[in-house]
DNA sequence: GAAGAAACTGGGAGCGCTTCCAGCAGACGG
DNA sequence: CCGTCTGCTGGAAGCGCTCCCAGTTTCTTC
């Protein structure tokens, strides 16, 4: 049995037990050489009769490391973690945090309280790394991270510089895939709705939209600027309606928004896929689940947090890792 | 401007700069009594000058107080946290904790590290406290946390046990809610998929349907036994379907499983709601979406967490708070 | 104006662990 | 048998902060 006395067991307590020093009982810890075999069974003997679990707390104050590495999400919304989006990233990130020592705090940097301990964090090195996926254009917090003392990983890219180290979806040539779909299905008419052009998701779907129909020698002229939202996409369709009702297809820029495009185009007694197709981007589980099912592009989530945390662990061991583009794929079926 | 020197300003500098002795800065720091004016405001300059943090491993390791709280989720299936249900829970911790010096840290207990990490943590107070929630049966943690030295509170209750602190959704009530209203709809054969049976929620909510239909003078033995997921909620439908052929309304202990109902009732033929009515329970978001969308049970997911993290609070602060239950509610939509 | 209370002040002892370093013992070759 | 190496040992100095305590100052009050 192990020890249930309410005081922690010290590890003065495991060398007086086994009869070695401290620092003797520390070594055989942190498996260090130096140690001869009789002591370090002894030790271990110790630790498992009193058992002893060394204090996380002492140990990072002495080693000036942390044991810790933040996820932290920057964003002006409270609610974007609600994204299941999210959820997943933070399955990928754990699970390779699994496999190590470190602990994963959360910080979801959404009011200004949270904006400042992300700050501080970043500044005085409470935590050995951080996964930033920063979520607005211009986040102040995007700058102060790239010139940090404690290794970062963006998830995602910010709109207005390219960070040093990071790991993204290959947007743009997923939107390229998608309307390049659209076009060897027979399309000729294809519009766009777009997402929040502050976010490099937004942008780059769009480029890739641009690039398909440039090399289809088709017109990229239809467009209408949306907010990733799914009311957002049900206006930007409407807008669309009016202004291009010769559409015959749309590469939409995030499955919510094609949600509410759909409802928009339905009202309007269009069918879908016959009268206009309709893809959309993220493959969510809702896409499944539309009226028709939604063609959509897959990007690999839990795959992007994995990526994350291996970079950061490279980066605290002080390798010097390549940024990653992670693969997008088209997922067919019938809004198209 | 800060400083941006690489070394961490300490105290010692603060109280140097100031003119005072580390306990002087110190007090100013944590606001503490005892400090003359002036001292206060030297001291408090020269942090603005020094740009100084608090160092909180340091910090923790002197006060004993960790300074950080875990939100544990313990379950045998890797993907569980890929579910929105646990990023809307971790969202509402965050939102209390936020007001907090706490930090969050997320503990995913999936494989048998993460358990191990997660009993190490339990019993060696290397957390202020801990928000479980413990997915599956007889979770051998769950009675550990019960009975560990760091407050607990649940987030749902375990199967086996009622713990002291916990706070869970209404699930008998939303139940019974959902299976009324099939009543006072008019239906009178009225059947039920079951969610796990070594879960709480499944057994509540099969509970909540037992006696709505009682007190109606029903006949409660439509059952099939699901499993929380969408195939095995079309799997259990083709069961009822073959053994009970005169039903006519289904209460499904989850929507993930209506939806997978919906679908073998309309491949059989069956029209929603007309030939049988269709309830789920979560109101996830895709409940909106289906065809007919789903009349669902929601509950308040968010506040859970929320309650959850007020109620460790609590217990931290010393205080002895009661088990919360919090209300379900009937969302009434096209399927019934 | 003296005695006692009240408020401040800084020294110093930890919190539990790591790690440098000087000291030692045994092994080995000459 | 002595000098040199190698590998073990434990003492002690921190890591940066909190907080107790004894000492000092200032303020009351009669």
Redesign the pocket.
Do not use: C, G
């Given at each position: 049995m192990t020890d249930h006395s309410r005081?922690?067991v010290?590890?003065?307590e495991v060398a007086e037990r086994a009869g070695?020093?401290?620092?003797?009982a520390?070594?055989v810890?942190?498996n260090?050489?130096?140690?001869?075999k009789?002591?370090r069974e002894a030790v271990q003997r110790a630790v498992t009769d009193l058992g002893?679990v060394?204090?996380a707390t002492?140990?990072a104050?002495?080693?000036?490391q942390v044991g810790a590495v933040v996820l932290a999400i920057s964003s002006d919304n409270p609610q974007v973690f609600a994204d299941p989006f999210f959820a997943e990233v933070a399955v990928g990130v754990n699970s390779v945090l699994e496999e190590t020592e470190l602990e994963l705090i959360l910080q979801l940097a959404t009011s200004s309280r949270g904006q400042t301990r992300l700050e501080q964090l970043l500044r005085t090195r409470q935590a050995d790394g951080v996964m930033l996926m920063s979520m607005h254009g211009d986040d102040p917090l995007a700058q102060l991270a790239e010139k940090s003392d404690v290794p970062v990983v963006f998830g995602g890219t910010p709109t207005n510089f390219e960070p040093q180290y990071y790991v993204d979806a290959d947007n743009r040539g997923g939107a390229r895939l998608a309307t390049e779909h659209l076009v060897a299905t027979g399309r000729r008419r294809i519009a766009t709705i777009t997402g929040r052009m502050d976010e490099s998701a937004g942008t780059a779907r769009y480029k890739g939209y641009q690039e398909a129909l440039a090399v289809a020698g088709l017109d990229a002229g239809r467009v209408v600027y949306g907010d990733f939202s799914e009311e957002g996409g049900g206006q930007a369709m409407e807008q669309l309606l009016a202004e291009h009702p010769d559409l015959d297809a749309v590469f939409v820029a995030s499955d919510q928004m094609a949600i509410g495009a759909m409802r928009v185009l339905k009202l309007a007694g269009k069918t879908i896929p016959g009268d206009v197709a309709v893809v959309g981007f993220n493959d969510v589980a809702l896409a499944r689940h539309t009226e028709p099912p939604l063609t959509t592009v897959a990007q690999p989530i839990q795959s992007l947090g994995r990526e994350m945390a291996r970079m950061l662990l490279a980066l605290i061991a002080g390798e010097s890792p390549t940024p990653l583009i992670l693969p997008t794929r088209l997922v067919q079926r019938a809004s198209s």
């Open positions: 005081r922690q010290t590890l003065d070695v020093s401290r620092s003797a520390s070594r810890i942190n260090a050489p130096h140690v001869s009789a002591k002893y060394p204090n002492a140990r104050l002495a080693t000036q």
